[in-house]
C-alpha cells in the first residue's frame, strides 16, 4: 500500500480558528495509516509577485504540497471573498503548478447562514485555473458554525456526517489518481 498523507490548509490565522477546529474534525475521519498535518506559517508569505524568488516559507509550502497525496481547505469568508493570506499563497503555486492534479477537497465556513458561499465560489475558480483534481463532491459550505462547535470540536452531528464524507471523498479521488 502507498502511503498516504493529507496537507490542511486554514485560511485564518487566528488561534482558535473555528477553520482550523474544522480541518481537524475532518482528520479523524481519515483512516489510521493516512498522516495529516496542518501547514503552519501561511501569514509569513511575502506578497506575491512574479518577479520574486521562492524563499522559506513558500518553498516550505510548496514542498508540503508536493509531498502530499491530498490537500483540503478551509477557509473562512472575509468581505465577500477569499482571505488575502490564503489567496496570496495560492499565487505563489501558480508558476510552478503544485496544485496541478493534485486530489484536493475544500469547506468554507462561517458564523452567518450564508455558510461563506461568496468564498467558496472565489476559491473554486481559482483552483480551477490551478488545475487540481476535484468532483462534484469535494466543496461543502458549512453556515452557522459558531453553534456547530463547543470546546474547540465540531458538536453537530450533521457537521461531522458531512466532514466524513469529505474525508472519504477525498481518499477516493487520492485512490483514483495512486491507482
Ligand atoms: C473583517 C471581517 C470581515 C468578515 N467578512 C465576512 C464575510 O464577508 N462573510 C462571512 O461569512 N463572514 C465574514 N466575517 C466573519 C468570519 O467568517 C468569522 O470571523 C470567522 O469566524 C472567521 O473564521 P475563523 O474562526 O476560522 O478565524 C468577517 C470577519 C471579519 C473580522
Given at each position: 500500500m502507498n502511503s498516504i498523507h493529507i496537507l490542511g490548509i486554514s485560511g485564518s490565522l487566528r488561534a482558535d480558528s473555528t477553520n482550523t477546529i474544522i480541518l481537524n474534525s475532518f482528520q479523524e475521519h481519515l483512516p489510521r495509516h493516512v498522516t495529516f498535518e496542518i501547514f503552519q506559517g501561511l501569514g509569513e508569505f511575502p506578497h506575491f509577485s512574479p518577479e520574486l524568488q521562492d524563499t522559506e516559507p513558500v518553498t516550505r509550502f510548496k514542498n508540503a504540497i508536493q509531498q502530499?497525496?491530498?490537500?483540503?481547505?478551509?477557509t473562512p469568508?472575509?468581505?465577500?471573498?477569499?482571505?488575502?493570506?490564503?489567496?496570496n499563497a495560492l499565487d505563489w503555486t501558480v508558476g510552478t503548478g503544485d496544485l496541478n492534479d493534485k486530489p484536493l477537497a475544500v469547506i468554507s465556513a462561517s458564523p452567518l447562514n450564508s455558510g461563506g458561499d461568496k468564498a467558496l465560489a472565489s476559491i473554486l475558480l481559482t483552483l480551477?485555473?490551478?488545475?487540481?483534481?476535484?468532483?462534484e463532491h469535494s466543496a461543502l459550505s458549512i453556515p452557522n458554525i459558531k453553534q456547530k462547535i463547543r470546546d474547540g470540536k465540531v458538536t453537530d452531528s450533521e457537521t461531522i456526517s458531512l466532514l466524513k464524507?469529505?474525508?472519504e471523498n477525498l481518499m477516493e479521488l487520492i485512490s483514483s489518481v495512486q491507482g
Open positions: 502530499a497525496s491530498g490537500v483540503i481547505i478551509c469568508e472575509y468581505a465577500f471573498g477569499v482571505p488575502g493570506t490564503l489567496k480551477t485555473a490551478l488545475g487540481a483534481k476535484r468532483n464524507a469529505q474525508a
